[in-house]
């Protein structure tokens, strides 16, 4: 049964549109997101379509999205046109982009080459650019609020461990290290959620279109890379991911190629940021099937597990030192 919420919801949505449309327009539900926000997809009389972004006010603020947007397009990245806004309410009305996801891209056997190459581009772009406006810092405390998503959400909800106050400590303590090298690393602009189902393949081609970016902040360098090389969602081999670090290592401004010994020294770099990527993916991915009600995120949680056991044997990360990992 739909709740009264959520028809009025429906039904100022259907005004407002009626008000930047012309008439005869049809809205169809798209995929949501990790968030509370919803999407649809209008089509027009003539056959012209729009993404609508459903924020509610209560739970979303759709400002930082329309800030971002305009740094980044301004910075020359591909971000949706935007066609009509309504903050008030919480809905915008951007360019459609079409469902032809990097992820989906690659299932149908896609050049992946050409894909990668456009993505670094375009996060070279972002990383050089000025972004004009206040972004939060991705500081020390804030990457051990993500690591506790782990220990809230996961241990108990999924794998039925309810840690105690001292395991707790004794996780936080053994990470610290790790996050205050990551802290220490230089610090750009960052998209935070650069990866497969967020970059988008259009009807036109190449250049790839950049979503879901109003979570941007500032951090490690490595951050947006490690998300796209070591995705949660792809199974990329460590070939293929030590060829493109390299690639994007070697483009670096020299200021900050200097900072690091060496390639090998930045490919290290590189895991360790995905490391911590991962326990707050594993986090989120059961916070949405428990709290949020979306299920489907509990199958994810296999892959980006398996990638974070990978990187630990990698760093050579032992299992007495971090055992609650190994859960």
């Known amino acids: 049964m739909v709740g009264s919420t959520e028809l009025q919801r429906e039904t100022c949505m259907q005004q407002w549109l009626q008000q930047v449309l012309h008439p005869g327009f049809a809205v169809h539900p798209l995929a949501g997101d990790a968030s509370f926000r919803r999407y649809f997809r209008v089509l027009e009389a003539d056959g012209s379509t729009w993404v609508l972004m459903d924020a509610p006010p209560e739970h979303e603020d759709v400002k930082p999205f329309l800030a971002v947007r305009a740094w980044l397009e301004h910075a020359g990245l591909r971000v949706s046109a935007l066609k009509a806004e309504n903050q008030t309410d919480g809905f915008l009305l951007l360019e459609d982009f079409g469902d032809r996801t990097w992820a989906t891209e690659l299932a149908q056997g896609a050049d ?26 991705f500081d020390v405390p804030r990457m051990q609020r993500e690591c506790e998503l782990y220990l809230d959400w996961y241990l108990p909800r999924v794998a039925g461990v309810d840690p105690s106050p001292s395991q707790r400590d004794a996780f936080q303590a053994a990470l610290k290290p790790v996050l205050k090298t990551l802290a220490a690393l230089p610090v750009v602009p960052v998209h935070l959620d650069y990866h497969s189902r967020n970059l988008m393949l259009p009807a036109d081609g190449l250049p790839l279109a950049v ?16 998300s796209l090389l070591y995705d ?18 070697d483009a670096l401004p020299q200021q900050i ?3 690091f010994a060496d390639a090998d020294d930045w490919h290290h770099l590189l895991r360790l940021t995905a490391l911590q990527r991962h326990i707050k993916a594993i986090g ?4 949405l099937a428990h709290r949020d009600g979306k299920c489907q995120f509990l199958g994810e949680i296999p ?24 859960i």
């Open 112 to 137: 992946e080459d050409s894909m990668f190459e456009d993505a670094l581009r375009q996060l070279h772009l972002l990383q050089r650019s000025a972004p004009g406006l206040p972004l939060p810092n």
């Open 211 to 226: 979503i879901d970016f109003q979570d941007a902040v500032l951090g490690p360098v490595s951050y947006d890379l490690a």
């Open 232 to 249: 949660c969602y792809q199974d990329y081999p460590e070939s293929k991911r030590l060829q493109w670090g390299r690639v994007f290592f």
């Open 257 to 259: 190629r200097g900072t």
């Open 284 to 287: 989120i991915f059961a916070r």
């Open 303 to 326: 892959l980006t597990r398996r990638h974070l056991h990978e990187e630990m044997a990698a760093l050579n990360m032992q299992q007495e030192q971090y055992p609650l990992l190994f």
